[in-house]
């Protein structure tokens, strides 16, 4: 592995030099994200690491799976840090386009993703997880990685990249990463430096909720469960709870009764002012 970090704008000189390391054999990682790189971003690289021989992490702030405009436009953009991290993380090469290289022409797609896209985030970010599978469609069709990395933070769109690759017929191991949280439990995320001092000492409730939910299940059923976090939770002035849902993780159907040898997932969105933020964890796995 070289330790100078190339730096691509375009997809065809990026994918040159890749068509180049392939036929030497080597295997590549693909990091998808959208800068603002933390340690949960710099885990995935070094997961990558491990498991191929070359690394690349895309950066790009994809304008179409904002479905809000004033949080595109206050979405944290460090480019400078970004790949200063990313060298330092020993990743072989940043893909950095821009918007006119990611989309010369407009897009149209829409992909069927059946109750996936329906529930959860999809109810309230109307077009967010088309916008996401169409620019890591895109990724992948430029990259061709043999692995790609994604947080389990993000667990329902994990569902959905995975139902994208299954669609577009890619070849890729999807790997999901277990989320990176801050010493107080907080999920690491690009968002959480928009939170003010009060809400950031508010905001591990969150988790403390997820903790909450994992203990009552089983014993419990979902709806008193889903009653005593949100009420946990919404007594703090800083956070207001968007949803919480315990799914199936496969289906995303929800959790009808918590049984011991079931898999599930307790989902949650809070509001804390006009950041948002989006947390998970297992329970009764
Ligand atoms: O999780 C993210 O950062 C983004 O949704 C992704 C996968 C990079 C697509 O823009």
Redesign the pocket.
Known sequence: MSSIMRVFKKRDALGEWLRQERSAGKTVGLV???GALHDGHLGLVNKARKENDVVVC?I?V?PI?FNNPADLKKYPRTPDSDLALLASAMCDAAFCPDEKEMYPEKETRVYDFGHLDKVMEGRFRHGHFNG?AI??NKLFSIIQPHRAY??EK?FQ?LQI?KAMARIEGHDIMIVGCPTHREPDGLASSSRNRRLSEAQRREAPRIYQGLQMAAQMCPGHPPNTIKKKIISFINASAELEVEYFEMVRPDTLLPVKACVPCKKAIACIAVHAGSVRLIDNLAINS
């Open positions: 998808p994200t959208m895309s790009f994809n799976q996401v620019v890591v994604f947080g993000d769109q990249i």
